[in-house]
């Protein structure tokens, strides 16, 4: 289970997407995708809101397992009837999570098979992102940082 896709397998691609959800799960779950596999790619990807895995195995705030690829991704996904939910990646098997941040407030923990934990005020601080993440107003930006964060991609207007 997923907030935008269940399972991107395939050489699939999940770019520039992100999950504002509240998810219900009695498997695997992820704030975006349940599961990463098969050369398949997260990238400038979030989820937030909020997951409910009581009967669930493994919990991620971006992703519950991953094979394959992330970078530039963040997780901000609170946690509801959890017990032992990962803020980034609930399960890795040889995948590579890079420049991957999760909020280790919102979401409780403090562990994940992979990215870097930040707090929700060094969420909101565009210094605390690898020097990948293009915020605006630099030319051809991804990303945009509003007042006490977390980034959001640049076209996304709540």
């Known amino acids: ?18 999950a504002n959800a509240t ?9 975006l995708a349940g599961s990463n596999r098969d050369d398949a790619e997260i990238r400038m990807s979030y989820a937030v809101g909020s997951l409910d895995g009581s009967d669930a195995g493994h919990i991620g705030g971006l992703v519950a397992t991953n094979f394959s690829t992330i970078t530039q991704s963040y997780a901000a996904v609170g946690f509801i009837n ?9 399960f890795d098997n040889d995948g590579e999570v890079t420049h991957s941040y999760w909020d280790t407030v919102v979401t409780g923990t403090n562990e994940s098979e992979g990215g870097e ?10 210094s605390n992102f690898h020097e990948s993440w293009v915020f605006c107003p630099a030319t051809d930006c991804v990303w945009e940082m509003p007042a006490g964060g977390p980034p959001q991609l640049e076209w996304v207007d709540f």
Not at 1 to 16: C, F, H, K, M, Q
Not at 23 to 31: E, K, R
Not at 82 to 90: D, I, W
Request: aromatic letters at 4%; charged letters at 20%.
């Open 1 to 18: 289970t997923g907030g935008l896709v269940g399972s991107n397998e395939d050489e699939g691609l999940i770019e520039y997407s992100f």
């Open 23 to 31: 998810i219900v799960a009695s498997d695997n779950a992820g704030g």
């Open 82 to 90: 959890t017990t032992s939910p990962k803020g980034l990646v609930s």
């Open 117 to 126: 934990g930040l707090t929700t005020s060094e969420m909101g601080d565009e």
